[in-house]
């Protein structure tokens, strides 16, 4: 599944192409998506786009009489083509625009989700108790400290609760906890102060490092296959369970937490 990374990359990929622009039609082929595509999803034909934003891993396409929601899933993509570009498989959703473009939504496994709202996004289910963004000033020590109070959960686990802080996925939560010297297993209420505030950090310079380099080399949303994929960058422990670590030397120890990977140092993580 894309991480937060990658879906920021797809809506800088897409917005220098939709925004300003109006909506001419609304074409659904499939409505069957991990949420049916509600019919009211055509408000959106003969608005003009304001901005494409995003929250967690929902890309918000917002013009003034609502916002379009939308969700890749495990295997969803969006191009910018040409509105007579013929339609293949698994191209389930398009959006016509006046100036002869199109987002089309692709999505094999249909996982993915588009939405349909009129009132302030914030308030609606899918978004209203999500955590502060990541890399905003609303995470931070004293509100991660409170989230965590008492909490007895694997700090790893808590990591990647949309209901703490949104978008920090597996990869993300591996390498962060790594570069904190926090064990995933250790008791989230019981992590001091210091790693804490150390975690907050690596959080935000791992997520806008990965987003930057996917700035860097990011794709023709007009041309390329639309999949966000995941960027070239050195792991230190995602993936690489049984491997030494690329700190001390250690083997580095593999492990399912929460149905997921979870690779550490024993010994660069032992608090």
């Not at 949420?35 to 890309?59: E, H, M, T």
């Not at 969803?76 to 698994?90: F, I, Y």
């Not at 308030?123 to 909490?151: R, T, V, Y």
Request: hydrophobic share 40%; glycine share 8%.
């Amino acid at each position: 599944m894309p991480e937060l990374p990658e879906v920021e990359v797809t809506r800088l990929g897409i917005s220098p192409h939709l925004i300003a622009q109006t909506v001419t039609e609304l074409i659904v082929r499939n409505r069957s998506l991990r949420w049916p595509v509600p019919d009211v999803a055509s408000n959106i034909v003969g608005q003009q786009i304001i901005d494409i934003r995003r929250r967690a891993k929902y890309l918000l396409i917002e013009t003034q009489a609502g916002v379009t929601i939308v969700h890749l899933g495990m295997s969803g993509s969006l191009r910018v083509l040409a509105s007579d570009t013929p339609a293949e498989k698994h191209d389930h959703i398009d959006l016509k625009l006046g100036n002869g473009q199109m987002l089309r939504f692709n999505d094999p496994r249909r996982f993915g989700a588009w939405l349909w709202y009129e009132l302030p996004e914030h308030a609606h289910p899918l978004l209203a108790k999500l955590g502060p963004e990541p890399l905003s000033d609303e995470f931070n020590l004293e509100q991660l400290k409170a989230a965590l109070a008492n909490k007895k959960k694997a700090i790893k686990l808590c990591l990647m609760d949309n209901h703490i802080v949104v978008g920090v996925g597996n990869i993300y939560a591996n390498e962060a906890l790594f570069a904190a010297g926090i064990h995933p297993q250790a008791e989230a209420g019981k992590v001091d102060d210091e790693r804490l505030e150390m975690l907050v950090a690596e959080v935000k310079r791992i997520l806008a490092q990965a987003i930057k380099q996917g700035g860097t080399t990011l794709k023709d949303f007009t041309n390329a296959d639309g999949k966000p994929g995941y960027f070239a960058q050195k792991l230190h422990v995602y993936g690489r369970g049984g491997e030494t670590c690329t700190s001390c030397g250690n083997l580095l120890s593999e492990i399912k937490l929460g149905q997921r990977a979870t690779v550490f140092c024993g010994l660069c993580q032992s608090k």
